[in-house]
C-alpha cells in the first residue's frame, strides 16, 4: 500500500495553484492524496519520535471561512 501525500490547503491564489500541481503529481505517480483543511493558523503533526509545531502565514489576506468549506474528499 503507498502511502498518500499530505497537502495543507491554504485559500490563496499560490495556495490553490499548489493543490493544482499536487493532485497532478499524486495522479501521475499513482500516489493517494491526503488533504488538510486547518481550522487554526498553527496546529500539531505528530511523528514517530517528535512533534512539529507548523505556523502558517500570519498575513490577513489568507483568512479563510471554513466553515462554509468544502468537506474534504479524495482526488
Known sequence: MKKP???IFRNTPFGRETLLQSAY????TQLPLSIYLPESK????YFDSEVVQVDL???EDVSFNFRNAAPPCRI
Do not use: G, I, K, V
Not at 498553527?42 to 503533526?45: A, E, G, I, M, W
Open 5 to 7: 501525500l499530505l497537502h
Open 25 to 28: 503529481f499524486c495522479h501521475r
Open 42 to 45: 498553527s496546529f500539531l503533526l
Open 57 to 59: 502565514d500570519d498575513r
